[in-house]
């Protein structure tokens, strides 16, 4: 069973950046797809971006679009989030899961593992 750790969370101001990152167990980290979704109070789970299994392709959430860049380093078994010019309403519990196949997918039940969680609060 693999296990996800995020870290990367805090407390920014309107217009700043984060950089989230996710640590994989394991190794079969290469062999898969790897997202990232969010959790708002209240709010259902949505995608913010998925990345394939060589980072060669990537799909990203139209309201994080040209703000946010998922990557991955496969020889540090790492995902990232690049996470700029943030707004209040990217508040929410950042999750990063592991995909059942190689290929990035939007769709939550295409993910086998899941991390805790990371809290990102912007504030205005």
């Known amino acids: 069973q693999v296990q996800l750790v995020e870290s990367g969370g805090g407390l920014v101001q309107a217009g700043g950046s984060l950089r989230l990152s996710c640590a994989a167990s394991?190794?079969?980290?290469?062999?898969?797809?790897m997202g990232w979704f969010r959790q708002a109070p209240g709010k259902e789970r949505e995608f913010v971006a998925a990345?394939?299994?060589?980072?060669?392709?990537?799909s990203h959430a139209d309201s994080v679009k040209g703000r946010f860049t998922i990557s991955r380093d496969n020889a540090k078994n790492t995902v990232y989030l690049q996470m700029n010019s943030l707004k209040p309403e990217d508040t929410a519990v950042y999750y990063c899961a592991r995909g059942t196949t190689a290929w990035d997918t939007r769709f939550p039940q295409d993910f086998g593992s899941w991390g805790q969680g990371t809290q990102v609060t912007v504030s205005s």
């Open positions: 990345v394939n299994w060589n980072g060669g392709h990537t």
């Open positions: 394991g190794r079969t980290f290469s062999s898969y797809a």
